[in-house]
């Protein structure tokens, strides 16, 4: 089992920036394959960017390509997600995930956090 907790969201205007942490417990972090998902009201849950185990590996979605950033620290059992630009269409409730194994870019994922709230006014 792993858990995962995530923070950092809230309310920012339009160009502003937040970060995103997911922390982990249970399992060995270091060996798993992290993404980070959204959902916004009435759309279905969506794919943002994940990170191999390593940290050598990056995947981003097109749309926030060049904004945001995925970053790890295994020796904190920590996964962050940082936000710079941000637009009204990033309104969304974000979800880190964990699996084993190679990264994917699908909701092919083992553990799911509880979600963090962010909020992009115009």
């Known amino acids: 089992q792993v858990q995962l907790v995530e923070s950092g969201g809230g309310l920012v205007q339009a160009g502003g920036s937040l970060r995103l942490s997911c922390a982990a417990s249970g399992r060995t972090f270091s060996r798993y394959a992290i993404g980070w998902f959204r959902q916004a009201p009435g759309k279905e849950r969506e794919f943002v960017t994940a990170?191999?185990?390593?940290?050598?590996?990056?995947y981003y979605a097109d749309s926030v390509k060049g904004r945001f950033t995925i970053s790890r620290d295994n020796a904190k059992n920590t996964v962050y997600l940082q936000m710079n630009s941000l637009k009204p269409e990033d309104t969304a409730v974000y979800y880190c995930a964990v699996r084993s194994g190679v990264v994917v870019l699908t909701n092919s994922y083992d553990y799911w956090g509880q979600g963090t709230q962010v909020t992009v006014s115009s």
């Open positions: 990170i191999n185990w390593t940290g050598g590996r990056t």
